[in-house]
Every structure is written in structure tokens, then in C-alpha cells.
């Protein structure tokens, strides 16, 4: 366990900066004295591009390959064409550091609220591809603007790519309690992706007898999502089908506030980035209504990459104690959300 931290900060668009200051807050306050936390905020987002034209500039991302991680607050502003920021500074992260575990765990913690009747029990993780699919960028448009124009975007799905990440998804079922892994995707119509994902799933399967398997559909398992969520306890699936899967499960498990995601590089060759699984939401940024949550349970999925599992564990158990005491009637500010859980973590 390292006894320091280097740490690149990423506060980015709208609520970015609100949330990640709370998230910021928890950290300093649950680590012990003798690890060393160094930030470093890196001013990129839709004022920097405004000012500048630039997204992420090579220099930048150097200096940021150096940190041990990242923690991203959110990435995106009306007034920047959609799809700039979003691919030119977020997706590049992802891609070059090479993040091709996306973990986005789901819980439903106790007193959150749940439009889901009989308040299932909730704990499952997705590991979502973060390097390939239909994100790559790979396509065009020829015509632009006309009646005749044609728009192609075409989802690469790789050999290599699709086993590192399913092997990744297997350690994480065969760590866990129920030992349960559903391939979700799309195979009765995407057949030449889909069935690269399913025989990866199948043979990879044999190396783990203790790991049960399933398949669902991806639009199926929308419906399951809401029905029967307790039946999912590892889902691995591709990048925008994972994109998709995470809205719906964080609504169903007390909303996009509270869903925290790693983009991991399990090799260690790059750092790993930290980041709440919302956008930079335009409609409330500056209101103080934004809820941190999501991005203190982000800094305790860095805290546990980093090796401080105590520290981690400080942090979600302070978020579950803060949850189980909130009042709907009664909304606190990010800020004030932000210092009750600092105060816990530190108490
Ligand atoms: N990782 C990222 O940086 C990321 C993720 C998703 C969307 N985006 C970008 O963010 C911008 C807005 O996207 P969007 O509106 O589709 O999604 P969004 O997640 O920003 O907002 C969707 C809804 O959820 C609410 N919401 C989001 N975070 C919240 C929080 N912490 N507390 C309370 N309510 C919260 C918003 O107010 C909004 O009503 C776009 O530019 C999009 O590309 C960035
Ligand atoms: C902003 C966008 C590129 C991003 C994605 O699609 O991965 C976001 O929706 C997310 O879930 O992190
Ligand atoms: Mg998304």
C-alpha cells in the first residue's frame, strides 16, 4: 500500500467542479496522517476549449500519464458541440490509457429511494468494455447534409479485446459470494460480435467451474433490470450496451447521484481514472442541488485500487451511514453533503 498519492484532478464541466471539491474533502479527511496526498487539477473542460481550441493537448496528457490516478468530475457544456469534449478529452483518456475495464457497481443502499416495488435486494457490479465497440470512432458520412447522405458507425470488437476484459470479469464473479456472471448483449442480431462475445464467454468459462454463466439479450435484460435485478450479480458487456445498462441501473438504485465508476487499466501501465458515472448536468450546475455521492464512492473505488481497502471500506460505510439518515423532504447542498461525510470518515 503506497503511503503517498499522486493524484491528477479533472474537475471538468458544470457540477464537475462542485462534486469533485466533496469528493476531494472525503479523501483528505480518510486518509491517515502518514499518507502523503498530492493533487495536481488540470484545467481542461468547455472553458479551456473556448479559450484555447484545445481539448486535451499531447503535453497534458504526458504529465497526466505520471499520476498514480485520476479523479474526473464530469465532462460536457451546451455550448460546446456535442461529441468535442466527450470524445476529444473523455474517450482519449479512456483510450489511451487504456482503460478497458469499466467498473460500475450497483447497490441499492438501506431508506434509498427505489421506483422498484418491494425493495429487492440490489448488488450487482457491470464491467463494461472501455476501449472498443462502437466508441472507436470508426465510420463516416458521406453526403453531409443532403438528402442522400449516408452515416456509418461500425463497432469494432477485437479477440484480444473482448477476452481481457471477460477475463476480468470472471476474477470479479469468482471473488464474489455468488459467483454468478451474465454475458448481456445482443447475439440474435449482432452475430458477428455478438457470437465473438459469446464464445469468448464459453471457453474462458472453463477455467472457471465455480463461476456460474448466463446470457440475456440486452434488451431483455432491461426488463430484468427492473423486474428481477437481484438476479444479476456480474454483468459483462460491451461499451455502449454497458453506457445504457449503468443509467438504468443507477435509477432503479437511487438515482445517477450515487453511481460511482473506475475506468480501469488492470496492467498498472497506465493510471486509472475515477469518475461518477453522470454527466456534467447543465439543468442544475451552480444550483448546489448536485449530490456528491456518486463521486465519494468513486474516490473509494481509487482508494481500493490503490491498495487502501480500510480506507475504502471507511468511505462506503459513511456513505451507507449518511444514506440510511437522509431525509427526501428535507435535500441538503453537495456541500453539506460533502462535510457530513468527511466528518464521518474522520470521526
Ligand atoms: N463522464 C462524463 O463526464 C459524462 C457522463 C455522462 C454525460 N456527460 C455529458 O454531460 C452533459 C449532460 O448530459 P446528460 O444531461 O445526458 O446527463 P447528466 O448525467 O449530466 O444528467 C442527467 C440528469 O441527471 C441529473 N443529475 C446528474 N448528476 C446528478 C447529481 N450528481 N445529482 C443530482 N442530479 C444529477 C441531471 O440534473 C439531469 O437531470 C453532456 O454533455 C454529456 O455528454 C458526461
Ligand atoms: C459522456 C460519454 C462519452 C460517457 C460514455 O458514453 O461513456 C458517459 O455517458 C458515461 O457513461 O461515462
Ligand atoms: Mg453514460
Known sequence: ???????????????????????????????????????????????????????????????????????????????????????????????????????RPSKLFPNTPTPLAGRPDIDFVVVREGTEGLYVGNGGSVRTGTPAEIANEVSVNTAYGVERVVRDAFERAAARPRKKLTLVHKTNVLVHAGHLWQRTVDRVAQEYPQVSTDYLHVDAATIFLVTQPERFDVIVTDNLFGDILTDLAAAVTGGIGLAASGNINPTGAFPSMFE????????????????????????????????????????????????????????????????????????
Open 1 to 103: 500500500m503506497a503511503r503517498s498519492i499522486d493524484l491528477a484532478v479533472i474537475p471538468g464541466d458544470g457540477i464537475g467542479p462542485e462534486v469533485v471539491d466533496q469528493g476531494l474533502k472525503v479523501l483528505t479527511a480518510v486518509l491517515p496522517g502518514d499518507v502523503k496526498l498530492e493533487t495536481t487539477t488540470y484545467d481542461l473542460g468547455a472553458k479551456r476549449w473556448h479559450a484555447t481550441g484545445e481539448t486535451l493537448p499531447d503535453a497534458e496528457l504526458e504529465r497526466l500519464k505520471a499520476h498514480d490516478a485520476i479523479l474526473l468530475g464530469a465532462i460536457g457544456d451546451p455550448t460546446v458541440p456535442s461529441g468535442v469534449l466527450e470524445r476529444g478529452l473523455l474517450l482519449k483518456l479512456r483510450f489511451v490509457f487504456d482503460h478497458y475495464v469499466n467498473l
Open 276 to 347: 461518477p458515472v453522470h454527466g456534467s448536468a447543465p439543468d442544475i450546475a451552480g444550483t448546489g442541488k448536485a449530490d456528491p455521492t456518486a463521486t465519494v464512492l468513486s474516490v473509494a473505488l481509487l482508494l481500493r485500487h490503490l491498495g487502501h481497502e480500510a480506507e475504502a471500506a471507511r468511505v462506503e460505510e459513511a456513505v451507507t451511514a449518511d444514506l440510511a439518515e437522509r431525509d427526501a423532504a428535507a435535500p441538503r447542498s453537495t456541500d453539506a453533503i460533502g462535510d457530513a461525510l468527511a466528518a464521518r470518515v474522520s470521526g
